[in-house]
């Protein structure tokens, strides 16, 4: 890759169909090839719709000096919170003694 060249950076939530743009926190400076790069997916659901729960596929690719490359992720998306269950002691038992943690 020559220097200056552009870097974009694209994201997508539905196997390729739709591609949106990811943006490079900070931009980069002419001559630097890496760096950290964010995708609100807001953006996403405000074009084509709240996600699913289950799997999705998380595909992001990169374009650079004429070159296109495509990587894949697989995640779970769960949206329900999480129950805590105490065993002991139980609701109401007092509990008395030094306290032994860790």
Do not use: C
Not at 7 to 35: C, E, H, K, M
Not at 92 to 101: D, I, L, M, Q, S
């Amino acid at each position: 890759m020559e220097d200056n060249e552009p870097v974009a950076i694209q994201v997508s939530l539905d196997d390729g169909a739709n591609w949106r743009n990811a943006t490079n926190v900070p931009a980069l400076s002419p001559g630097v090839t890496s760096g950290t790069w964010d995708y609100d997916f807001s953006d996403w659901t405000g074009a084509h719709g709240n996600f699913s729960e289950g799997p999705i596929s998380i595909k992001a690719r990169v374009t650079a000096g004429g070159v296109t490359s495509v990587t894949n992720s697989n995640v779970i998306l769960d949206s329900t919170a999480p129950v805590v269950e105490y065993l002991t002691p139980a609701r109401g038992e007092t509990v008395n003694g030094p306290g032994r943690w860790g």
